[in-house]
């Protein structure tokens, strides 16, 4: 029960404008953070009715729940264990009352005064009044009925039992359950707050709260006045007093591994990508981890349960659906993206959308600082979180803060032609450690730092990713593959909508090489899986356009009635479906502009080698797999028509034997680390202590990890 706390730390906190006060990622911090900390006694201290509070209880999924409610501004306290009264304290606070109907007759004649009627009370009155409408006449009319008053926010007006009050109230229940005076912490954000702030040694005055209130408050030592609103600055002022235990580990990553989708919570299909292996990782109760991500909506959602996120430590940051399309779709797609594939000639400059991306990035240093114990290692994730570094460092230099790029990250040249280049440098060049999955992205970066200051630089890392080999390997063994036809070579390739994977190119190419090769005709076939990005990002809709248009005229040009060049598959399959593609697929094809680790082409050979089926891997140079791999798979530059057609027509006309050994070769350097070796390796290099300066001279480690 709530009244069976330990009271070594008492929250008492007004509800609207303070707890319920702030945006919705603050207060669900704050409630998670209550949460976690089931000893921290909370109390309501309202001028809600116990009918209003219950109601709030019951519609409002982040209001904390209550041990206790002061409510009625202070002429009710109630159990909120058991939402019950206390009678006989009650009684006390309410001594004198004259009743609510000699009070309404007696103040009748101040014509100004609108009584609340729809607002549920008890034991007082309660009034809208404007501040010229507060005379002394009515003051006194309030004295002679043998009351006292209450007037808060410039318009509502309390008259009261002359022995009620918050303070008062709360002085009462804490000398019942014998409360330490220097165990509580008030925080407030009106006038009606002020008998609170009397009686306590630490409060917290509200970044929002009202200037009355400011001012009628004593400066004296254990007052704090935040700059934030309602709930960060209650959350703050608890990080202050060392009320809240935080995690060891905190990660970054803007997406959550779940997602609501259809009133429900939804988990990735596939075993492989930055969801699932950090997901792994997060499992690991000794790491004492907690994951940070963003939630996109305007109404709160219930929490994941734990068959959801396999208990999985998750604390969601709430954005509005407005400021993720600036910070996501405009700045994120269509001004960072371009740059990190490479394509410069594709950076759109939005500086309407900037300040979101900016605001975001503010957000998340906010929320991970209030999730870090004192020296924690923060795991940052992608182009996403870039300013986060130089936000979080500049308020908590006691954290080391490691960012991995599971992208590309391209040369200076091209990094200079984002409009705020300057900028993210800077939060770059802040970072304690930052991780690529490839040599070439790590000296692009480390070039980009030199070039721009005189400073320590990131210590830097390299450390490819690999799949979970024996979950696909698994799934493999039970699955076969689906319209299988010995007549007719299947080409696949499986990858999200993006221009940066060369769609087009490879319709392209198709074109030609059966232009070239018209005994290819009706003895192969391309199927493309290709589902489409979240809405709303306008970058992708030309590719997609002109994808669709290139598909139906090839079709048209060589299709028959019982052959199509190209199978268009434009939605989401299941893993195990796409295993199933795997197993038909006579070749995989990936020809990315630019291309992180790409998982799909060890997906393909662990899939195919695990079969024991011959298969080719025709791979774009600009994979990062492929600088892993060297020559052992087919390399393409999607740069060169030429090339593409010529690699693929190799791969078409390769022998048998050819394929087995090519199959096996790829199969013998599929080593990379799973998702969870992975992970831990990662944060052990974060926390790794620097080594010294390395071989430019001028950095906090230059020693790969």
């Not at 004649?109 to 404007?130: D, K, M, N, T």
């Not at 799949?467 to 499986?494: F, G, Y």
């Not at 791979?619 to 393409?636: D, E, I, K, P, W």
Request: hydrophobic fraction near 40%; include cysteine; glycine fraction near 8%.
């Amino acid at each position: 029960m709530g009244e069976e706390k330990a009271a070594a730390r008492v929250l008492v906190a007004d509800l609207d404008g303070t707890l319920l006060g702030g945006s919705a990622s603050d207060r669900r911090r704050l409630r998670e953070a209550l949460e976690r900390h089931p000893d921290i006694v909370v109390v309501f201290a309202t001028g809600r009715s116990l009918d209003s509070v219950q109601e709030l209880l019951r519609d409002d999924a982040l209001a904390p729940r209550p041990d206790w409610i002061i409510g009625d501004v202070g002429a009710s306290v109630v159990s909120g264990a058991r939402m019950t009264r206390l009678g006989a304290l009650e009684n006390r606070l309410r001594a004198g009352w004259p009743g609510t109907e000699r009070v309404r007759a007696a103040l009748r004649r101040f014509s100004r005064l609108v009584y609340q009627e729809h607002v549920p009370q008890e034991g007082r009155c309660s009034y809208y009044l404007a501040p010229e409408d507060l005379t002394e006449d009515l003051k006194a009319a309030v004295r002679a009925l043998g009351c006292s008053w209450s007037y808060a926010g410039d318009r509502y007006f309390d008259v009261l039992p002359a022995g009620a009050g918050k303070g008062q109230a709360l002085r009462l229940l804490g000398r019942m359950l014998g409360w330490d005076r220097r165990a509580l912490l008030v925080a407030g954000d009106s006038r009606n707050d002020l008998s609170l702030f009397h009686l306590v040694t630490r409060a917290v005055l509200v970044g929002n709260a009202e200037s009355a209130l400011v001012s009628a408050v004593p400066a004296r030592t254990g007052l704090y006045q935040s700059c934030l609103p309602g709930a960060a600055a209650v959350l703050e002022a608890m990080e202050r007093q060392g009320w809240l235990d935080r995690r060891s580990v905190v990660i970054g990553y803007h997406r959550p591994p779940v997602r609501w989708h259809e009133g429900r919570w939804q988990t990735p299909a596939s075993p492989n990508g930055i969801l699932p292996t950090l997901q792994a990782a997060l499992v690991d109760e000794r790491l004492d981890a907690v994951w940070a991500a963003a939630h996109v909506g305007d109404a709160p959602l219930p929490d994941p349960p734990a068959t959801a996120t396999g208990n999985l430590p998750l604390s969601l940051l709430a954005l509005s659906p407005k400021r993720w399309s600036g910070y996501f779709h405009r700045v994120c797609k269509e001004t960072l993206w371009p740059a990190l594939v490479s394509q410069p000639h594709l950076i759109e400059d939005r500086p309407e959308s900037w300040a979101d991306y900016e605001a975001v990035n503010a957000a998340f240093a906010r929320h991970i600082s209030s999730l870090a114990a004192p020296g924690a290692t923060v795991w940052l994730h992608d182009y996403n979180l870039w300013l986060v570094s130089g936000i979080l460092k500049a308020h908590r230099p006691d954290v080391t803060v490691g960012l991995f790029h599971h992208t590309p990250f391209p040369h200076p040249e091209v990094f200079h032609r984002i409009p705020a280049a300057e900028q993210l440098r800077d939060s770059l060049g802040q970072l304690d450690w930052a991780g690529f999955h490839t040599h070439d992205c790590a000296d692009n970066f480390r070039q980009l730092l030199l070039g721009g200051t005189s400073g320590l630089l990131p210590r830097i890392g390299v450390h490819p990713l690999g799949i979970d080999h024996q979950a696909v390997a698994a799934l493999a063994r039970t699955r076969r593959p689906r319209n299988a036809d010995e007549t007719v070579q299947l080409v696949l390739s499986v990858e999200r909508l993006d221009y940066a994977k060369a769609p087009v190119h490879k319709i392209r190419t198709l074109a030609n090489l059966l232009h070239h090769h018209p005994n290819l005709q009706r003895r192969m076939r391309y199927r493309l899986i290709c589902p489409p990005p979240e809405s709303g990002i306008r970058a992708y809709d030309a590719t997609r356009t002109e994808l669709e248009r290139s598909i139906a005229e090839l079709n048209d040009r060589y299709g028959t009635s019982d052959w199509q060049p190209v199978d268009y598959i434009p939605h989401n399959l299941s893993f195990a479906e796409v295993v199933d593609h795997y197993l038909a697929a006579d070749i995989f094809w990936v020809a990315s502009l630019a291309d992180g680790m790409n998982l799909t082409a060890q997906e393909y050979v662990t899939t195919r080698s695990t079969a024991r089926q011959p298969g080719v891997l025709v791979l774009s140079r600009y994979a990062g797999v492929a600088q892993h791999l060297a020559t052992a798979a087919l390399l393409t530059d999607p740069y060169d028509q030429d090339d593409l057609e010529q690699t693929l027509h190799m791969a078409l006309t390769m022998t048998g034997d050819q394929r087995t050994a090519h199959m096996d070769n790829l199969a013998k350097l599929m080593q990379f680390p799973g998702p969870l070796q992975w992970a831990r390796s990662v944060i052990t290099a974060i926390r790794a202590e620097p080594e010294g300066y390395g071989d430019e001279g001028n950095g906090r480690s230059g020693a790969k990890s």
